[in-house]
Protein backbone atom coordinates (compact mmCIF):
# COMPACT_ATOMS: atom_id res chain seq x y z
CA UNK A 1 0.00 0.00 0.00
CA UNK A 2 3.09 2.04 -0.18
CA UNK A 3 2.70 4.91 -2.80
CA UNK A 4 6.33 5.00 -4.53
CA UNK A 5 5.71 8.17 -6.80
CA UNK A 6 3.24 10.82 -8.09
CA UNK A 7 2.25 12.21 -11.69
CA UNK A 8 3.61 15.43 -12.38
CA UNK A 9 0.66 17.88 -12.23
CA UNK A 10 -1.09 18.83 -15.16
CA UNK A 11 -0.76 22.57 -16.56
CA UNK A 12 -4.28 23.06 -15.13
CA UNK A 13 -4.04 20.71 -12.08
CA UNK A 14 -2.72 23.37 -9.91
CA UNK A 15 -5.56 25.89 -10.08
CA UNK A 16 -8.02 23.60 -8.73
CA UNK A 17 -8.27 24.70 -4.92
CA UNK A 18 -7.38 22.51 -1.83
CA UNK A 19 -11.11 22.50 -1.01
CA UNK A 20 -11.95 20.85 -4.80
CA UNK A 21 -8.77 18.53 -3.99
CA UNK A 22 -10.02 16.95 -1.19
CA UNK A 23 -13.56 16.80 -2.22
CA UNK A 24 -12.74 15.09 -5.69
CA UNK A 25 -10.69 12.16 -3.72
CA UNK A 26 -13.73 11.61 -1.20
CA UNK A 27 -16.28 11.62 -4.47
CA UNK A 28 -13.73 9.99 -7.31
CA UNK A 29 -11.19 8.41 -5.34
CA UNK A 30 -13.32 6.80 -2.99
CA UNK A 31 -17.18 6.92 -3.95
CA UNK A 32 -17.09 6.58 -7.80
CA UNK A 33 -14.24 4.07 -7.44
CA UNK A 34 -17.12 1.82 -5.45
CA UNK A 35 -19.00 0.03 -8.49
CA UNK A 36 -22.07 -2.28 -7.30
CA UNK A 37 -24.58 -3.83 -9.08
CA UNK A 38 -27.61 -2.17 -7.71
CA UNK A 39 -25.71 1.55 -8.48
CA UNK A 40 -26.15 2.45 -4.39
CA UNK A 41 -24.32 2.12 -1.33
CA UNK A 42 -23.79 3.06 2.23
CA UNK A 43 -21.06 5.19 3.60
CA UNK A 44 -19.72 4.75 6.87
CA UNK A 45 -17.31 7.49 8.96
CA UNK A 46 -15.92 7.91 11.98
CA UNK A 47 -16.12 10.82 14.35
CA UNK A 48 -12.70 12.11 12.66
CA UNK A 49 -13.93 11.49 9.17
CA UNK A 50 -17.32 13.26 9.84
CA UNK A 51 -15.24 16.77 10.45
CA UNK A 52 -12.75 15.93 7.13
CA UNK A 53 -16.10 15.15 4.62
CA UNK A 54 -18.50 17.98 5.54
CA UNK A 55 -15.22 20.46 5.76
CA UNK A 56 -14.91 19.59 1.80
CA UNK A 57 -18.17 18.16 0.46
CA UNK A 58 -22.09 19.13 0.72
CA UNK A 59 -23.99 15.76 1.56
CA UNK A 60 -25.65 16.38 -1.78
CA UNK A 61 -22.93 16.07 -4.02
CA UNK A 62 -22.72 12.43 -1.76
CA UNK A 63 -25.62 11.48 -2.13
CA UNK A 64 -25.57 12.25 -6.17
CA UNK A 65 -22.70 9.93 -6.60
CA UNK A 66 -25.11 7.05 -5.33
CA UNK A 67 -24.51 7.01 -1.51
CA UNK A 68 -27.92 6.50 -0.06
CA UNK A 69 -26.83 6.75 3.49
CA UNK A 70 -24.49 8.28 5.72
CA UNK A 71 -23.74 6.89 9.12
CA UNK A 72 -21.66 7.39 11.67
CA UNK A 73 -19.27 4.35 13.09
CA UNK A 74 -19.73 5.20 16.62
CA UNK A 75 -23.49 5.16 16.87
CA UNK A 76 -26.19 1.89 16.73
CA UNK A 77 -27.16 1.94 13.12
CA UNK A 78 -29.88 -0.95 11.60
CA UNK A 79 -28.19 -3.90 9.26
CA UNK A 80 -28.87 -3.05 5.76
CA UNK A 81 -27.56 -6.69 4.60
CA UNK A 82 -28.07 -6.15 0.89
CA UNK A 83 -25.87 -2.81 0.50
CA UNK A 84 -22.47 -2.26 0.40
CA UNK A 85 -20.74 -0.58 2.47
CA UNK A 86 -18.28 2.46 2.35
CA UNK A 87 -15.78 2.62 5.21
CA UNK A 88 -13.93 6.18 4.96
CA UNK A 89 -12.55 6.09 8.67
CA UNK A 90 -9.29 6.88 10.20
CA UNK A 91 -6.71 3.96 10.81
CA UNK A 92 -6.99 3.67 14.54
CA UNK A 93 -7.73 0.21 16.39
CA UNK A 94 -11.21 2.13 18.00
CA UNK A 95 -12.69 2.14 14.54
CA UNK A 96 -11.16 -0.67 13.28
CA UNK A 97 -13.08 -2.81 16.22
CA UNK A 98 -15.74 -1.29 15.57
CA UNK A 99 -16.00 -2.58 11.67
CA UNK A 100 -14.53 -6.12 12.38
CA UNK A 101 -17.89 -6.18 15.21
CA UNK A 102 -19.98 -4.95 12.36
CA UNK A 103 -18.79 -8.20 10.42
CA UNK A 104 -18.91 -10.41 13.51
CA UNK A 105 -22.50 -11.44 14.75
CA UNK A 106 -24.72 -13.77 13.92
CA UNK A 107 -25.69 -11.48 10.73
CA UNK A 108 -23.34 -9.22 9.39
CA UNK A 109 -24.40 -5.58 9.17
CA UNK A 110 -23.65 -4.97 5.34
CA UNK A 111 -23.14 -7.21 2.16
CA UNK A 112 -19.48 -6.49 2.15
CA UNK A 113 -16.77 -3.80 2.96
CA UNK A 114 -14.89 -1.19 1.15
CA UNK A 115 -12.17 0.09 3.51
CA UNK A 116 -11.17 3.51 3.01
CA UNK A 117 -8.74 4.60 5.42
CA UNK A 118 -7.01 8.66 5.78
CA UNK A 119 -3.99 7.69 6.82
CA UNK A 120 -1.33 5.47 6.52
CA UNK A 121 -2.24 1.64 7.78
CA UNK A 122 0.67 -0.04 10.04
CA UNK A 123 1.71 -3.07 10.23
CA UNK A 124 -0.59 -3.49 13.51
CA UNK A 125 -3.50 -2.95 11.87
CA UNK A 126 -2.99 -4.85 8.37
CA UNK A 127 -2.32 -7.79 10.95
CA UNK A 128 -5.64 -7.41 13.05
CA UNK A 129 -7.54 -7.04 9.79
CA UNK A 130 -6.14 -10.22 8.48
CA UNK A 131 -7.02 -11.89 11.90
CA UNK A 132 -10.31 -10.99 12.01
CA UNK A 133 -13.59 -12.40 10.25
CA UNK A 134 -13.84 -8.82 8.83
CA UNK A 135 -11.05 -10.39 5.92
CA UNK A 136 -13.07 -12.22 3.63
CA UNK A 137 -15.53 -9.39 3.21
CA UNK A 138 -12.91 -6.89 2.18
CA UNK A 139 -13.80 -5.93 -1.48
CA UNK A 140 -11.74 -2.73 -1.03
CA UNK A 141 -8.18 -2.02 1.08
CA UNK A 142 -6.74 1.85 0.53
CA UNK A 143 -5.07 4.65 1.94
CA UNK A 144 -6.46 7.88 0.78
CA UNK A 145 -4.29 10.66 3.09
CA UNK A 146 -6.47 12.86 3.95
CA UNK A 147 -6.43 13.47 7.48
CA UNK A 148 -6.78 17.16 7.32
CA UNK A 149 -9.42 20.02 7.38
CA UNK A 150 -9.27 21.91 4.19
CA UNK A 151 -10.73 25.09 6.15
CA UNK A 152 -10.49 27.32 3.09
CA UNK A 153 -9.88 27.44 -0.53
CA UNK A 154 -6.00 28.07 0.52
CA UNK A 155 -6.01 27.19 4.41
CA UNK A 156 -6.02 23.49 6.34
CA UNK A 157 -6.14 23.18 9.90
CA UNK A 158 -4.98 19.47 11.41
CA UNK A 159 -7.37 19.93 14.05
CA UNK A 160 -5.53 18.97 16.79
CA UNK A 161 -6.38 20.39 19.95
CA UNK A 162 -3.76 19.27 22.38
CA UNK A 163 -1.35 20.30 19.54
CA UNK A 164 0.06 23.99 21.31
CA UNK A 165 0.39 21.98 25.02
CA UNK A 166 2.10 18.82 23.07
CA UNK A 167 4.56 21.20 22.03
CA UNK A 168 5.45 23.94 23.99
CA UNK A 169 5.45 22.22 27.35
CA UNK A 170 7.86 21.05 28.84
CA UNK A 171 6.76 17.91 30.43
CA UNK A 172 4.52 17.19 27.95
CA UNK A 173 4.78 13.11 27.55
CA UNK A 174 2.93 12.51 23.94
CA UNK A 175 5.06 15.27 22.29
CA UNK A 176 6.67 12.66 20.13
CA UNK A 177 3.28 11.43 19.05
CA UNK A 178 1.95 14.89 18.64
CA UNK A 179 5.36 15.27 16.42
CA UNK A 180 4.89 12.41 14.54
CA UNK A 181 1.16 12.61 14.02
CA UNK A 182 1.79 16.29 12.93
CA UNK A 183 4.34 14.53 10.49
CA UNK A 184 1.95 11.94 8.58
CA UNK A 185 -0.73 14.73 8.27
CA UNK A 186 1.51 17.20 6.29
CA UNK A 187 2.13 13.65 4.07
CA UNK A 188 -1.32 13.36 3.27
CA UNK A 189 -1.44 16.90 2.21
CA UNK A 190 1.52 16.78 0.07
CA UNK A 191 -0.08 13.69 -1.39
CA UNK A 192 -3.43 14.89 -2.00
CA UNK A 193 -1.42 18.04 -3.95
CA UNK A 194 0.81 15.28 -5.99
CA UNK A 195 3.94 16.72 -4.60
CA UNK A 196 7.05 15.87 -2.85
CA UNK A 197 8.35 19.07 -1.92
CA UNK A 198 11.33 20.69 -0.66
CA UNK A 199 11.07 20.97 3.54
CA UNK A 200 12.51 23.67 5.54
CA UNK A 201 12.08 24.81 8.99
CA UNK A 202 12.59 27.46 11.31
CA UNK A 203 15.36 26.22 13.63
CA UNK A 204 14.82 29.21 16.44
CA UNK A 205 12.79 26.74 18.22
CA UNK A 206 12.74 22.71 18.49
CA UNK A 207 9.09 22.05 17.01
CA UNK A 208 9.75 23.01 14.08
CA UNK A 209 13.21 21.28 13.54
CA UNK A 210 11.63 18.18 15.03
CA UNK A 211 8.21 18.18 12.67
CA UNK A 212 10.50 19.03 9.40
CA UNK A 213 12.81 16.62 10.09
CA UNK A 214 10.18 13.97 11.08
CA UNK A 215 8.61 15.10 7.74
CA UNK A 216 11.11 14.21 5.69
CA UNK A 217 11.65 10.71 7.08
CA UNK A 218 8.32 10.45 6.05
CA UNK A 219 9.07 11.40 2.45
CA UNK A 220 12.12 9.11 2.52
CA UNK A 221 10.57 5.57 3.62
CA UNK A 222 7.10 6.14 1.96
CA UNK A 223 8.46 7.50 -1.20
CA UNK A 224 11.96 6.22 -1.86
CA UNK A 225 11.71 6.87 -5.25
CA UNK A 226 9.69 9.81 -6.27
CA UNK A 227 12.01 12.67 -7.46
CA UNK A 228 11.64 15.93 -5.38
CA UNK A 229 9.81 18.55 -6.99
CA UNK A 230 11.57 21.27 -6.95
CA UNK A 231 9.27 23.89 -7.22
CA UNK A 232 7.42 22.95 -4.71
CA UNK A 233 8.50 23.82 -1.32
CA UNK A 234 6.90 23.37 2.82
CA UNK A 235 7.83 25.70 5.22
CA UNK A 236 7.60 24.24 8.67
CA UNK A 237 7.11 27.48 11.12
CA UNK A 238 5.73 27.39 15.03
CA UNK A 239 4.16 29.88 16.52
CA UNK A 240 7.67 31.05 18.29
CA UNK A 241 8.45 32.19 14.89
CA UNK A 242 5.82 35.13 15.26
CA UNK A 243 4.32 35.56 18.86
CA UNK A 244 2.88 39.52 17.86
CA UNK A 245 0.88 38.41 15.14
CA UNK A 246 -0.76 35.80 17.86
CA UNK A 247 -1.75 38.80 19.89
CA UNK A 248 -2.33 42.07 17.83
CA UNK A 249 -6.05 43.31 17.06
CA UNK A 250 -7.13 43.20 13.19
CA UNK A 251 -9.48 44.78 11.26
CA UNK A 252 -9.51 42.75 8.30
CA UNK A 253 -12.93 41.56 8.39
CA UNK A 254 -12.91 37.65 8.86
CA UNK A 255 -10.03 38.31 11.89
CA UNK A 256 -12.27 40.68 13.49
CA UNK A 257 -14.96 38.75 13.11
CA UNK A 258 -13.25 35.57 14.76
CA UNK A 259 -11.58 38.05 17.24
CA UNK A 260 -14.16 40.14 18.96
CA UNK A 261 -17.35 38.06 18.21
CA UNK A 262 -18.63 34.84 19.28
CA UNK A 263 -17.56 32.98 16.07
CA UNK A 264 -16.96 29.52 16.41
CA UNK A 265 -13.37 28.77 15.30
CA UNK A 266 -13.82 24.86 14.72
CA UNK A 267 -16.80 24.77 12.90
CA UNK A 268 -17.22 28.22 11.69
CA UNK A 269 -20.86 28.71 12.85
CA UNK A 270 -21.89 32.12 14.06
CA UNK A 271 -25.05 32.28 15.86
CA UNK A 272 -27.09 35.84 15.85
CA UNK A 273 -30.80 37.15 16.24
CA UNK A 274 -31.93 39.10 13.88
CA UNK A 275 -36.22 40.50 12.88
CA UNK A 276 -37.83 37.46 10.83
CA UNK A 277 -39.65 40.48 9.17
CA UNK A 278 -42.94 40.08 10.90
CA UNK A 279 -41.24 42.49 13.91
CA UNK A 280 -39.93 39.24 16.19
CA UNK A 281 -36.35 38.29 16.68
CA UNK A 282 -35.49 35.29 15.43
CA UNK A 283 -32.73 33.29 16.56
CA UNK A 284 -29.81 32.68 13.29
CA UNK A 285 -27.10 29.93 12.74
CA UNK A 286 -24.95 30.84 10.02
CA UNK A 287 -21.79 29.22 8.31
CA UNK A 288 -18.97 31.88 7.73
CA UNK A 289 -17.37 30.01 4.93
CA UNK A 290 -16.16 30.44 0.87
CA UNK A 291 -19.80 29.46 -0.17
CA UNK A 292 -21.41 32.62 0.98
CA UNK A 293 -20.52 35.04 -1.61
CA UNK A 294 -19.79 38.04 0.06
CA UNK A 295 -18.01 36.27 3.06
CA UNK A 296 -15.47 35.16 0.09
CA UNK A 297 -14.81 38.40 -1.34
CA UNK A 298 -14.86 40.67 1.75
CA UNK A 299 -13.51 38.38 4.37
CA UNK A 300 -10.31 40.20 4.21
CA UNK A 301 -10.90 43.48 3.14
CA UNK A 302 -10.60 46.35 5.91
CA UNK A 303 -13.90 46.57 8.27
CA UNK A 304 -14.38 50.28 7.06
CA UNK A 305 -14.07 49.15 3.39
CA UNK A 306 -16.30 46.03 3.91
CA UNK A 307 -19.67 48.29 5.09
CA UNK A 308 -18.88 50.78 2.54
CA UNK A 309 -18.54 48.04 0.11
CA UNK A 310 -21.47 46.56 1.17
CA UNK A 311 -24.18 49.20 1.34
CA UNK A 312 -23.57 50.22 -1.85
CA UNK A 313 -23.87 46.61 -3.03
CA UNK A 314 -26.82 46.38 -1.76
CA UNK A 315 -28.47 49.28 -2.81
CA UNK A 316 -27.18 48.39 -6.35
CA UNK A 317 -28.64 45.08 -5.67
CA UNK A 318 -32.04 46.39 -4.71
CA UNK A 319 -32.31 48.84 -7.96
CA UNK A 320 -31.30 45.64 -10.53
CA UNK A 321 -33.53 42.93 -9.03
CA UNK A 322 -37.06 42.87 -10.36
CA UNK A 323 -38.25 41.25 -7.12
CA UNK A 324 -37.88 44.28 -5.38
CA UNK A 325 -39.31 46.36 -7.94
CA UNK A 326 -42.33 44.44 -7.19
CA UNK A 327 -42.07 44.18 -3.49
CA UNK A 328 -42.24 47.75 -3.75
CA UNK A 329 -45.57 47.24 -5.93
CA UNK A 330 -44.54 47.96 -9.22
CA UNK A 331 -46.93 45.90 -11.62
CA UNK A 332 -45.68 42.85 -13.93
CA UNK A 333 -47.36 44.16 -17.04
CA UNK A 334 -45.85 40.94 -19.18
CA UNK A 335 -45.52 37.45 -19.23
CA UNK A 336 -41.73 38.01 -19.75
CA UNK A 337 -41.59 40.61 -17.11
CA UNK A 338 -43.39 37.99 -14.94
CA UNK A 339 -41.31 35.18 -15.86
CA UNK A 340 -37.98 37.64 -14.75
CA UNK A 341 -39.33 37.90 -11.22
CA UNK A 342 -39.81 34.49 -10.64
CA UNK A 343 -36.72 33.54 -12.02
CA UNK A 344 -34.90 35.94 -9.42
CA UNK A 345 -37.24 35.50 -6.25
CA UNK A 346 -35.46 32.70 -4.86
CA UNK A 347 -31.81 34.51 -5.50
CA UNK A 348 -33.55 37.48 -4.13
CA UNK A 349 -34.24 36.21 -0.86
CA UNK A 350 -31.46 34.16 -0.56
CA UNK A 351 -28.94 37.16 -1.02
CA UNK A 352 -30.83 39.21 0.97
CA UNK A 353 -30.49 36.98 3.33
CA UNK A 354 -26.81 37.26 2.89
CA UNK A 355 -27.12 40.89 2.90
CA UNK A 356 -28.70 41.20 6.27
CA UNK A 357 -26.02 39.02 7.65
CA UNK A 358 -23.11 40.78 6.89
CA UNK A 359 -24.99 43.96 7.47
CA UNK A 360 -25.50 42.47 10.86
CA UNK A 361 -22.05 41.33 11.37
CA UNK A 362 -19.94 43.67 10.49
CA UNK A 363 -22.17 46.23 12.72
CA UNK A 364 -21.47 44.20 15.33
CA UNK A 365 -18.16 44.09 14.98
CA UNK A 366 -17.95 48.03 15.07
CA UNK A 367 -20.02 47.66 17.88
CA UNK A 368 -17.29 46.03 19.99
CA UNK A 369 -14.57 47.67 18.42
CA UNK A 370 -16.09 51.29 19.74
CA UNK A 371 -17.68 49.63 23.26
CA UNK A 372 -13.94 48.45 23.75
CA UNK A 373 -12.16 51.52 23.12
CA UNK A 374 -10.02 49.93 20.96
CA UNK A 375 -9.12 52.27 18.72
CA UNK A 376 -6.58 53.51 21.16
CA UNK A 377 -4.82 50.62 22.36
CA UNK A 378 -4.54 49.49 18.74
CA UNK A 379 -2.99 52.46 17.75
CA UNK A 380 -0.35 51.55 20.79
CA UNK A 381 0.23 48.27 19.72
CA UNK A 382 1.13 49.10 16.05
CA UNK A 383 3.46 51.52 17.29
CA UNK A 384 5.34 49.02 19.90
CA UNK A 385 5.14 46.17 17.32
CA UNK A 386 5.78 48.77 13.80
CA UNK A 387 8.59 50.25 15.73
CA UNK A 388 7.70 53.36 14.29
CA UNK A 389 4.15 55.67 14.46
CA UNK A 390 1.86 56.61 12.01
CA UNK A 391 4.43 59.15 10.72
CA UNK A 392 6.64 56.97 10.14
CA UNK A 393 9.05 58.02 12.84
CA UNK A 394 10.54 55.66 15.16
CA UNK A 395 9.08 55.13 18.09
CA UNK A 396 12.38 53.58 20.45
CA UNK A 397 11.51 52.38 23.91
CA UNK A 398 8.28 52.94 24.96
CA UNK A 399 7.80 54.28 28.40
CA UNK A 400 5.65 52.38 30.91
CA UNK A 401 3.57 55.25 31.77
CA UNK A 402 1.99 55.18 28.20
CA UNK A 403 0.32 52.17 28.43
CA UNK A 404 -0.96 52.71 31.89
CA UNK A 405 -3.79 54.23 31.09
CA UNK A 406 -4.86 51.81 28.17
CA UNK A 407 -4.05 48.82 31.42
CA UNK A 408 -6.84 50.43 33.63
CA UNK A 409 -9.63 51.36 31.27
CA UNK A 410 -12.14 49.52 32.51
CA UNK A 411 -13.64 49.79 29.34
CA UNK A 412 -11.59 47.51 27.16
CA UNK A 413 -12.10 43.13 27.88
CA UNK A 414 -9.30 41.89 30.68
CA UNK A 415 -7.95 39.67 27.65
CA UNK A 416 -7.56 43.22 25.54
CA UNK A 417 -5.37 44.36 28.54
CA UNK A 418 -3.44 41.27 28.78
CA UNK A 419 -2.44 41.39 24.87
CA UNK A 420 -1.02 45.02 25.38
CA UNK A 421 0.77 44.01 28.17
CA UNK A 422 2.08 41.60 26.37
CA UNK A 423 2.86 42.54 23.06
CA UNK A 424 4.74 45.36 25.36
CA UNK A 425 7.14 42.91 26.87
CA UNK A 426 7.62 41.36 23.18
CA UNK A 427 8.29 44.68 21.89
CA UNK A 428 10.37 46.30 24.16
CA UNK A 429 12.44 43.00 24.21
CA UNK A 430 11.65 42.57 28.09
CA UNK A 431 11.36 44.79 31.19
CA UNK A 432 12.90 45.40 33.98
CA UNK A 433 11.79 43.73 37.49
CA UNK A 434 10.76 46.83 38.99
CA UNK A 435 8.43 47.73 35.70
CA UNK A 436 7.39 43.55 35.75
CA UNK A 437 6.56 43.96 39.88
CA UNK A 438 4.44 46.76 38.99
CA UNK A 439 2.66 45.43 35.54
CA UNK A 440 1.74 42.44 37.28
CA UNK A 441 0.44 44.54 40.06
CA UNK A 442 -3.58 43.82 40.67
CA UNK A 443 -3.75 47.41 40.72
CA UNK A 444 -2.58 48.47 37.84
CA UNK A 445 -3.81 45.84 35.16
CA UNK A 446 -6.48 43.83 36.97
CA UNK A 447 -3.96 40.62 36.41
CA UNK A 448 -4.89 37.50 36.99
CA UNK A 449 -3.09 34.42 38.26
CA UNK A 450 -3.69 32.39 34.83
CA UNK A 451 -3.12 35.90 33.39
CA UNK A 452 0.32 35.50 34.63
CA UNK A 453 1.31 32.53 34.08
CA UNK A 454 0.33 33.01 30.18
CA UNK A 455 2.99 36.15 31.06
CA UNK A 456 5.83 34.15 32.60
CA UNK A 457 4.54 31.18 29.90
CA UNK A 458 5.75 33.38 26.81
CA UNK A 459 9.49 32.26 28.07
CA UNK A 460 8.28 28.65 26.60
CA UNK A 461 7.97 30.31 23.33
CA UNK A 462 11.53 32.17 23.36
CA UNK A 463 10.54 35.60 24.84
CA UNK A 464 12.38 36.67 27.53
CA UNK A 465 11.05 38.68 29.94
CA UNK A 466 13.88 40.20 30.93
CA UNK A 467 14.88 43.73 29.38
CA UNK A 468 17.56 44.36 26.94
CA UNK A 469 16.88 41.22 24.94
CA UNK A 470 16.09 40.21 21.07
CA UNK A 471 17.44 41.48 18.21
CA UNK A 472 16.35 45.36 17.43
CA UNK A 473 16.83 47.10 13.94
CA UNK A 474 18.69 50.33 13.30
CA UNK A 475 16.98 53.20 12.64
CA UNK A 476 17.48 53.14 8.96
CA UNK A 477 15.79 50.15 8.63
CA UNK A 478 12.91 50.93 10.71
CA UNK A 479 12.91 53.97 8.64
CA UNK A 480 12.77 52.02 5.13
CA UNK A 481 10.00 49.21 7.09
CA UNK A 482 8.02 52.37 8.12
CA UNK A 483 7.91 54.23 4.27
CA UNK A 484 7.05 50.77 2.62
CA UNK A 485 4.41 49.77 4.71
CA UNK A 486 2.91 53.53 4.81
CA UNK A 487 2.70 53.38 0.94
CA UNK A 488 1.12 49.50 1.24
CA UNK A 489 -1.73 50.71 3.61
CA UNK A 490 -4.78 53.02 3.94
CA UNK A 491 -5.63 52.44 7.27
CA UNK A 492 -3.33 53.64 10.47
CA UNK A 493 -3.96 50.77 12.42
CA UNK A 494 -3.16 48.05 10.01
CA UNK A 495 0.70 48.80 9.50
CA UNK A 496 1.62 45.50 11.21
CA UNK A 497 1.80 42.99 8.39
CA UNK A 498 2.53 39.13 10.04
CA UNK A 499 6.11 37.78 9.81
CA UNK A 500 4.78 35.04 7.40
CA UNK A 501 4.99 37.51 4.32
CA UNK A 502 8.59 38.59 4.52
CA UNK A 503 9.73 34.98 5.57
CA UNK A 504 7.87 33.36 2.17
CA UNK A 505 9.13 36.47 -0.11
CA UNK A 506 12.83 36.09 0.63
CA UNK A 507 12.39 31.87 0.03
CA UNK A 508 10.78 32.38 -2.84
CA UNK A 509 14.04 35.06 -4.00
CA UNK A 510 16.08 32.65 -2.40
CA UNK A 511 17.71 35.56 0.36
CA UNK A 512 15.80 33.69 3.35
CA UNK A 513 18.74 33.06 6.22
CA UNK A 514 19.81 29.30 5.53
CA UNK A 515 21.05 29.10 9.04
CA UNK A 516 18.25 30.79 10.69
CA UNK A 517 15.95 28.43 8.02
CA UNK A 518 17.85 25.74 7.08
CA UNK A 519 16.53 22.45 4.93
CA UNK A 520 16.18 19.03 5.99
CA UNK A 521 18.63 17.79 2.71
CA UNK A 522 21.76 19.07 1.96
CA UNK A 523 21.71 22.74 -0.50
CA UNK A 524 23.58 21.04 -2.81
CA UNK A 525 21.01 18.12 -3.26
CA UNK A 526 18.19 20.95 -3.89
CA UNK A 527 20.05 23.10 -6.53
CA UNK A 528 20.68 19.60 -8.31
CA UNK A 529 16.89 19.09 -8.65
CA UNK A 530 16.45 22.44 -9.57
CA UNK A 531 18.86 22.39 -12.43
CA UNK A 532 17.01 19.07 -13.32
CA UNK A 533 13.99 20.15 -13.88
CA UNK A 534 14.29 23.53 -15.00
CA UNK A 535 16.15 21.56 -17.85
CA UNK A 536 12.77 19.35 -18.34
CA UNK A 537 10.53 21.83 -17.80
CA UNK A 538 10.42 23.73 -21.20
CA UNK A 539 10.32 20.10 -23.09
CA UNK A 540 7.38 19.04 -20.41
CA UNK A 541 5.01 22.35 -20.65
CA UNK A 542 5.92 22.48 -24.54
CA UNK A 543 4.67 18.79 -24.52
CA UNK A 544 1.47 20.13 -22.77
CA UNK A 545 0.99 23.32 -24.59
CA UNK A 546 1.29 21.23 -27.88
CA UNK A 547 -1.71 18.88 -27.24
CA UNK A 548 -3.99 21.85 -26.28
CA UNK A 549 -3.10 23.44 -29.56
CA UNK A 550 -1.18 26.61 -28.59
CA UNK A 551 1.99 27.64 -28.88
CA UNK A 552 4.20 27.38 -25.44
CA UNK A 553 5.79 30.70 -26.27
CA UNK A 554 2.62 32.82 -27.54
CA UNK A 555 0.93 31.57 -24.49
CA UNK A 556 3.62 33.63 -22.49
CA UNK A 557 5.48 31.37 -20.45
CA UNK A 558 8.84 30.75 -22.06
CA UNK A 559 11.50 30.94 -19.60
CA UNK A 560 14.11 33.83 -19.71
CA UNK A 561 16.87 33.48 -16.86
CA UNK A 562 17.68 35.52 -13.93
CA UNK A 563 14.78 37.61 -14.42
CA UNK A 564 14.69 38.10 -10.40
CA UNK A 565 10.95 38.78 -10.33
CA UNK A 566 8.06 37.33 -8.18
CA UNK A 567 5.95 34.60 -9.29
CA UNK A 568 8.95 33.03 -11.60
CA UNK A 569 10.30 29.62 -11.42
CA UNK A 570 13.65 28.09 -9.61
CA UNK A 571 17.00 28.39 -12.18
CA UNK A 572 19.67 26.59 -11.44
CA UNK A 573 21.23 28.75 -9.17
CA UNK A 574 17.92 28.72 -6.98
CA UNK A 575 17.29 31.92 -8.38
CA UNK A 576 13.64 32.65 -10.51
CA UNK A 577 13.08 33.12 -14.23
CA UNK A 578 10.41 35.19 -15.00
CA UNK A 579 6.85 33.52 -15.93
CA UNK A 580 3.76 35.15 -17.69
CA UNK A 581 1.44 32.23 -17.04
CA UNK A 582 -1.81 33.87 -14.89
CA UNK A 583 -1.31 30.14 -13.40
CA UNK A 584 0.51 29.46 -10.17
CA UNK A 585 3.72 27.05 -10.79
CA UNK A 586 4.29 25.00 -7.67
CA UNK A 587 3.10 25.24 -4.53
CA UNK A 588 4.29 26.74 -1.19
CA UNK A 589 2.72 25.42 1.87
CA UNK A 590 3.24 27.26 5.08
CA UNK A 591 3.23 25.34 8.25
CA UNK A 592 2.03 26.89 11.65
CA UNK A 593 2.85 24.28 14.70
CA UNK A 594 0.67 25.02 17.64
CA UNK A 595 -1.41 27.08 15.39
CA UNK A 596 -2.07 29.30 12.59
CA UNK A 597 -3.89 32.51 13.03
CA UNK A 598 -6.30 34.37 10.36
CA UNK A 599 -4.51 37.55 9.85
CA UNK A 600 -2.04 35.10 8.89
CA UNK A 601 -4.11 33.05 6.21
CA UNK A 602 -5.15 36.76 4.90
CA UNK A 603 -1.41 36.95 3.91
CA UNK A 604 -1.58 33.43 1.80
CA UNK A 605 -3.71 34.87 0.08
CA UNK A 606 -2.30 38.27 -0.91
CA UNK A 607 0.96 36.26 -1.51
CA UNK A 608 -0.62 34.11 -4.05
CA UNK A 609 -1.66 37.40 -6.23
CA UNK A 610 1.19 38.75 -6.21
CA UNK A 611 4.21 35.73 -6.45
CA UNK A 612 2.06 33.81 -9.11
CA UNK A 613 2.48 30.68 -6.78
CA UNK A 614 -0.10 28.31 -5.17
CA UNK A 615 0.52 29.65 -1.55
CA UNK A 616 -1.33 27.14 1.20
CA UNK A 617 -1.13 27.85 4.92
CA UNK A 618 -2.55 26.03 7.96
CA UNK A 619 -1.46 24.94 11.21
CA UNK A 620 -1.94 22.04 13.64
CA UNK A 621 -5.40 24.58 14.74
CA UNK A 622 -6.85 27.45 13.94
CA UNK A 623 -6.21 30.06 16.56
CA UNK A 624 -8.00 33.38 17.40
CA UNK A 625 -5.86 35.47 19.60
CA UNK A 626 -8.00 34.98 23.03
CA UNK A 627 -7.38 30.89 22.47
CA UNK A 628 -3.95 31.74 21.62
CA UNK A 629 -3.88 33.49 25.63
CA UNK A 630 -5.67 30.73 26.80
CA UNK A 631 -3.49 27.55 25.25
CA UNK A 632 -0.63 30.24 26.83
CA UNK A 633 -1.54 29.87 30.35
CA UNK A 634 -2.43 26.12 30.28
CA UNK A 635 1.37 25.25 29.09
CA UNK A 636 3.41 23.30 32.17
CA UNK A 637 6.55 23.54 32.99
CA UNK A 638 9.16 20.35 34.28
CA UNK A 639 9.06 19.85 38.17
CA UNK A 640 11.82 21.54 39.30
Not at 477 to 494: I, T
Not at 529 to 543: E, F, G, W
Amino acid sequence: LQITEFPRPGLFDVMQNLREKVSKVFLEDVVDAVKTASGWKVMIVDKRTTRVLSSACRMFDVVEKGVTLVEKLEVSRQPLPDMEAIYLVSPSHVSLNQIIEDFSGKRNKYLCAHLFFTDHIDQAVMEKIKNSKLLPYVKTLKEVYVDFLPIASQAFSLDLDDSFHALFSEDARWRQETVSNIANQLYGLCHTLKIKPIVRYHAAHRASGEIAQKLQETFDFRMPHAEVSPHDLVLVLDRATDVPSALVHEFTYEAMAYDLLDVDVKTAQYTYTADNGTGKAETKRVILDERDSIWREKRHRHIADVITEIIHEFNDFLAKNKASEVQKGKQVESIRELGEVVRSMPQYRELLAKFSLHVHLSNECMGQFNERALEALAGLEQDMVCGFDVNGKPTGKVPLSTILPLLQDSRSLPTDRLRLLMLYIVSQHGVSPADCDRLMSPDVANITEAMQKAIHNLTLLNVSLEVGSGPKLSKKELKARAKKRKDAVSYDLSRFEPRVKEIVQHALEDSLDKKEFPFTRGEHEIIAARAAADSAHINVDTHAASSIGRSFRTRGVQQERNSGVPGATWTEQGRFARQNAAEPQGHIIVFFAGGVMHNEIRCAYELQKTLRRRVIIGGSLVLTPEGFVQELSALTRAPM
